[in-house]
T-cell receptor, first 112, second 113 residues
């Protein structure tokens, strides 16, 4: 079953613009992670935010977490064509062992 | 530091056959998880191994089984293949415990015909 749901399903922007993706989830979490996937291959870990954190930055990435609304957002600033990929949020729930539950992803297309 | 390596990269099997997929964990990682990703979907958790024991399982039937070896490499076995088993199978390793990101392999694309 899908724990998270990303919004929008697809996003098309021009290089230099910012891209914002949102994720909603259903149950309490230990942390939330964002991953990137190029062309249906392996996932690359981008950033992890713990349940007691509200905002985190990594390079051009900014992630926010609102546990009261059970939602997170990923902002990519100054997008590049190389950012074209699918982006997934994944929740690590308080289930006794650590594992990830993924949403369906947002497909981002950045045009030159 | 090596990443996660999966083999083979592509595989075509006939319905009813059995398949074994392999994964070498990232150095220093003692936990391996397997995920199934159908086309257009997010990865679905199959199971996780920690120190050679299965310590968590998703909603997959018993014909999906696995092993973890002393060097922390792992296998995913699927018996009695069905057409719906066609998917990208991803292996991910971590150092265990919550609060750490996972390192994923590039996946094995399984097609069942």
């Amino acid at each position: 079953s899908q724990q998270g749901e990303e919004d929008p399903q697809a996003l098309s922007i021009q290089e230099g613009e910012n891209a914002t993706m949102n994720c909603s989830y259903k149950t309490s979490i230990n942390n939330l992670q964002w991953y990137r996937q190029n062309s249906g291959r392996g996932l690359v870990h981008l950033i992890l935010i713990r349940s007691n954190e509200r905002e985190k930055h990594s390079g051009r990435l900014r992630v926010t977490l609102d546990t009261s609304k059970k939602s997170s957002s990923l902002l990519i600033t100054a997008s590049r064509a190389a950012d074209t990929a699918s982006y997934f949020c994944a929740t690590d729930m308080n289930s006794g062992y650590s594992t990830l539950t993924f949403g369906k992803g947002t497909m981002l297309l950045v045009s030159p | 530091e090596t990443g996660v390596t999966q083999s083979p990269t592509h595989l075509i099997k006939t319905r009813g056959q059995q398949v074994t997929l392999r994964c070498s964990s990232q150095s220093g990682h003692n936990t391996v998880s397997w995920y199934q990703q159908a086309l257009g979907q997010g990865p679905q958790f199959i199971f996780q191994y920690y120190r050679e024991e299965e310590n968590g399982r998703g909603n997959f039937p018993p014909r999906f089984s696995g092993l973890q070896f002393p060097n922390y490499s792992s296998e995913l076995n699927v018996n009695a293949l069905e057409l719906d088993d066609s998917a990208l199978y991803l292996c991910a390793s971590s150092s265990g415990g919550s609060g750490y990101g996972y390192t994923f392999g590039s996946g094995t694309r399984l097609t069942v015909v």
